[in-house]
């Protein structure tokens, strides 16, 4: 059982708005992901990070931006929300040992 | 650069039936393979993946998937599609070795429907 978590699940905010998707995991990962997935698309990596102190962008271009100050936990912050940035957003982890990803349940974002 | 193609974004079977979702990569070395699922405002969740050895991988509900590096593909098949099985499924790739990155590369989601 992946544990892996993020809140909100669910979030209608508005325009101009700040906002802070959290993602936190317990299993000690090193690397953790932001993907960015729209209705019926595929998923594409907005953020990444090795560690503490290590954030890249990837390579879907995002207005968002992320920290990691501690192991445990990777958050997304919007400074500005626009309609465009409504989608889903999901957080993962991977192990420094593993191969696999795991996912938190998402964010679905609205902005309106 | 790595790319992930799913062939048909719709797969529509009856209870019972095969189930068979297409996926080809393309990359200059073989990566490691993973199919994910993802239910209704769900996460992802790890079906199989490929890393190295035995090319014909089992995962979790039946699945499974094979990795044909001649063909570049790697398809996810199950025997006999069941309801619960309906649900989008996510082909992904990402560096194998000494340039895994963790990075995921996805393809564009099949949607499977199992029909009674």
């Known amino acids: 059982e992946a544990d892996i978590y993020q809140t909100p699940r669910y979030l209608v905010i508005g325009t101009g708005k700040k906002i802070t998707l959290e993602c936190s995991q317990t299993m000690g990962h090193d690397k953790m992901y932001w993907y960015q997935q729209d209705p019926g698309m595929e998923l594409h990596l907005i953020h990444y990070s090795y560690g503490v102190n290590s954030t890249e962008k990837g390579d879907l271009s995002s207005e968002s931006t992320v920290s990691r100050i501690r192991t445990e936990h990777f958050p997304l912050t919007l400074e500005s929300a626009r309609p465009s940035h409504t989608s889903q957003y999901l957080c993962a982890s991977i192990g420094r040992l593993n191969t696999e990803a795991f996912f938190g349940q998402g964010t679905r974002l609205t902005v309106v | 650069a790595q790319s992930v193609t799913q062939l048909g974004s719709h797969v529509s079977v009856s209870e019972g039936a095969l189930v068979l979702l297409r996926c080809n990569y393309s990359?200059?070395?073989?990566?490691?393979l993973f199919w994910y699922v993802q239910y209704p405002n769900q996460g992802l969740q790890l079906l199989l993946k490929y890393t190295t050895g035995a090319t014909l991988v089992k995962g979790i509900n039946g699945f499974e998937a094979e990795f044909k590096k001649s063909e570049t593909s790697f398809h996810l098949t199950k025997p006999s599609a069941h309801m619960s099985d309906a649900a989008e499924y996510f082909c992904a790739v990402s560096p194998s070795g000494s340039g895994n990155t963790g990075k995921l590369i996805f393809g564009q989601g099949t949607t499977l429907q199992v029909k009674p």
């Open positions: 990359s200059s070395v073989p990566p490691y």
